[in-house]
């Protein structure tokens, strides 16, 4: 662990930059920039997942432009956990930027396999540390407090900084009886609240949630008691890195007596990385391949599956409409979805659900039975969070702008003065001296990145993407016309080329693409060929491999769909 603990002097009238690049204005994304005329720190590098307007884009980061122009100066990113929303951009930032990393063990751990995936983990420099450590970077000294949240190893952060201090909460909730035992650090909230807080920049997400946000326990009996009712095979559907979710729910499965088998890639790793840190505990008796599983009785397993957003490719999309290579779900089989639907994904999610209704199965979700609770702070989490901390200046941080807006109000319903609270938006400015905060307009270059598949393939919206690939490498039109009744292929599927190669010029190459188009239809479910999208993703997928490993070109895929 590299503790670089340093004690900075005091400077009454220094001055402090806040440049919010993300997560202000939407969920995801979140990225704070603090800067002071020789430096900069980071907190959190995170990434948003596109919405179903948005074809073609599989990422969208907070553009780092700002960083990069002024990358002498950054000392250092802080992560404040190891969700993706907030550490997902990490490998796209340090691409284009040499600055040390520093976190909690798990939340580099998880973050690592991002950074492998793309080739920057050995350039890396990444620091472990632990709450209550403290790190000097140039002109900020760094304090790590444990909150509680969805995922161990949580912290908020108190920066000392030459316009006095500033706390940045990071996600958190007050959890009384969390799963780990580790509570909310109170006592050092407190006392930062006693010493005085400059300014306080803190979680909104669940601002318009009344009340305080239930334990993460406080579900355990609704789940046991479906555990108890169900009499075969159980299917527990929730995000990866909920880590306390799933020691609960791997809990129950030794109570009930049931073995237990992982299914999708994210929930394998976050598994094992949390088990070798200490942070998850599983008797490796009751842990089978899910390979293996049509080797056990129903009602003696229970699957852990990821898909929880109705992803297209997870594990449960593929369940629901019989596609998984080797897990099937039977008539009266249980899935638990235990997960909030994020806003933008109602759709695939209800998808998904139908699907398996179809199948005779019994779903449980938020909806409709108390199988999940949030890891952020409702109302009255956030009014404690300020009223530990006392602060002089206030901005809302994480989430739409009703959000912001709503939590504005709750600080200003416990006495901070509505003049020092600002709702901000990302690429804004605050600028924080010991006697004022004021906010600025946007400065230079500020927004998001869309990137097709690699964080080192920058699309800056998705029409200049489209132009560049069509210059490029052209367009090519797979036009597809099935049966109305059943989604069979009703006639040769036909391919326009445009701006890529001439058709009658490459007579071989667009008749092996028609005979893999039909295979790719042919292989889905009857289900799967009457979601046009899904026909669309599968076509557009297989073809853009193809050219690429046939021409080395990838030209812009647009099939078509037409039902007779």
């Avoid at 900075?8 to 995801?28: Q, T, V, Y």
């Avoid at 952020?376 to 602060?391: A, V």
Wanted: negative net charge.
């Amino acid at each position: 662990m590299t503790n670089l603990e340093k004690n900075i002097g005091e400077n009454d009238g220094g001055n402090l930059s806040i440049i919010p690049l993300g997560g202000l204005g939407e969920f995801g994304l979140n990225m704070m920039v603090y800067e002071t005329d020789q430096d900069i720190i980071v907190i959190d590098t995170g990434f948003m997942l596109p919405n179903s307007d948005m074809p073609g884009v599989d990422l969208i980061f907070p553009d780092i432009h700002y960083l990069v122009e002024r990358q002498e100066k950054v000392r250092g990113i802080l992560l404040t956990h190891g969700h993706e929303d907030h550490t997902g951009a990490l490998s796209y930032v340090l691409q284009q930027i040499d600055a040390p990393v520093f976190g909690t063990q798990l939340t580099l751990s998880i973050a690592s396999g991002r950074l492998r995936e793309y080739g920057v983990l050995d350039k890396a420099e990444l620091n472990a540390i632990a709450p209550g450590d403290k790190v000097s970077l140039g002109d900020f000294s760094a304090e790590f407090i444990h909150v509680t949240h969805s995922i161990p190893d949580s912290v908020a952060i108190a920066l000392q900084t030459p316009a006095g201090v500033v706390v940045h909460t990071g996600d958190f909730k007050f959890d009384a009886t969390p799963v780990d035992g580790k509570l909310t650090d109170i006592q050092t909230l407190a006392r930062l609240g006693s010493e005085g807080v400059q300014l306080l920049l803190s979680d909104s997400t669940n601002a318009n949630w009344p009340g305080q946000t239930p334990s993460e326990r406080s579900i355990l009996d609704s789940i046991d008691s479906i555990f108890q009712k169900t009499e075969q095979s159980l299917f527990l559907c929730t995000f990866s890195s909920s880590l306390h979710r799933l020691q609960q729910f791997i809990d129950l499965a030794v109570k009930h007596r049931r073995l237990v088998a992982v299914t999708g890639r994210s929930m394998i790793n976050n598994i094992r990385t949390a088990t070798e840190l200490g942070h998850l505990k599983i008797n490796v008796d009751y842990l089978i391949d899910a390979r293996d599983a049509s080797l056990y009785k129903p009602h003696e397993i229970v699957i852990l599956s990821t898909g929880s957003q109705g992803e297209p490719r997870s594990a449960m999309s593929l369940i629901a409409v019989d596609n998984h290579p080797f897990l099937k779900v039977e008539p009266n089989d249980t899935v638990v979805i235990s997960a909030r639907i994020i806003p933008g994904n109602e759709k695939t999610v209800g998808n998904v659900i139908n699907h398996l209704l179809r199948r005779g199965v019994t779903i449980y979700h938020e909806r409709n039975a108390n199988v999940h609770v949030s890891g952020h702070g409702s109302s009255e989490d956030l009014k404690l969070m300020l009223n530990l901390l006392r602060p002089k200046f206030f901005v809302p941080i994480h989430g739409e702008y009703q959000n912001l807006v709503r939590h504005a109000e709750l600080a200003e319903s416990v006495g901070i003065a509505r003049s020092n609270i600002n709702v901000v938006e990302d690429g804004e400015r605050i600028s924080l001296t010991s006697e004022s905060c004021e906010v600025f307009e946007r400065q230079g270059r500020s927004g998001r990145v869309l990137v097709d598949g690699k964080p080192d393939i920058e699309l800056e919206d998705i029409v200049l993407r489209d132009r560049i690939q069509l210059s490029q490498d052209g367009m090519v039109i797979p036009i597809i016309v099935l049966q109305s009744d059943g989604g069979a292929i009703a006639t040769e599927p036909e391919i326009i080329s445009r701006g890529f190669v001439h058709i009658d010029d490459s007579e071989e190459l667009f008749t092996e693409a028609k005979n893999i188009t039909r295979n790719v239809i042919k292989n889905l479910t009857d289900e799967q060929r009457q979601e046009t999208e899904t026909v669309q993703d599968e076509v557009r997928t297989v073809l853009r491999k193809f050219f690429s490993k046939q021409m080395q070109r990838s030209p812009l895929v647009l099939p078509v769909v037409m039902r007779v």
